[in-house]
């Protein structure tokens, strides 16, 4: 799952990836992350809340497609 979410970071917009390494990576917090991007919390959450979603997304196509394959056989 590890290696999916990887290859999936490459197909969000840049300033989502870059929030997400600062996040997952860096271990950054909220606070920091607005405080070294200057804007709100709130709009630091928001676009990680999107970003994740958007995530959740590409998994859901590729597992979703792969156990309905399996279902098929």
Not at 33 to 48: G, H, N, P, S
């Amino acid at each position: 799952m590890q290696e999916s979410i990887e290859r999936y970071m490459d197909k969000l917009k840049p300033e989502y990836r870059s929030l997400i390494e600062l996040r997952w990576k860096e271990g950054l917090s909220y606070r920091e992350m607005a405080e070294l991007l200057d804007t709100r919390e709130d709009v630091i959450k928001q676009r990680l809340f999107r970003a994740r979603e958007r995530i959740k997304k590409l998994l859901h196509r590729e597992w979703g497609a792969a156990h309905e394959q399996r279902k098929v056989k």
